[in-house]
């Protein structure tokens, strides 16, 4: 059975910064393309930043230059590493494959909470 566990969210100050895990378990990880997504309610949900199995990346305009993706084949476990959060960023972010359907399984995600 899939699990994607996603952890590291919480309560920052605008300007702060935070790092998201995500732990897949997923036999086939390293080959696949995966991204974080966030939410926020009442709006769709959003791909925040992708990266492929190589380490090709792409983010969403709003969070270039602050937000970086990696992976860690080994481990399973992909990252986001946030800085300079703006109140904006406030959701609740999620991992999944790239690309990913409202249909497919998802995680509980991981709140974070950017106060101004």
Not at 4 to 22: F, I, K, P
Not at 41 to 48: A, D, M, T
């Amino acid at each position: 059975q899939v699990q994607l566990v996603e952890s590291g969210g919480g309560l920052v100050q605008a300007g702060g910064s935070l790092r998201l895990s995500c732990v897949v378990s997923i036999t086939a990880f390293a080959i696949m393309p995966m991204a974080w997504y966030r939410q926020v309610p009442g709006k769709q949900r959003e791909l925040v930043a992708g990266i492929t199995s190589s380490g090709s990346t792409r983010y969403t305009d709003s969070v270039k230059g602050r937000f970086t993706i990696s992976r860690d084949n080994v481990k399973n476990t992909m990252y986001l590493q946030m800085n300079s959060l703006k109140p904006e960023d406030t959701a609740v972010y999620y991992c999944n494959r790239d690309p990913s359907h409202e249909s497919d399984y998802w995680g509980q995600g991981t709140r974070v909470t950017v106060s101004s």
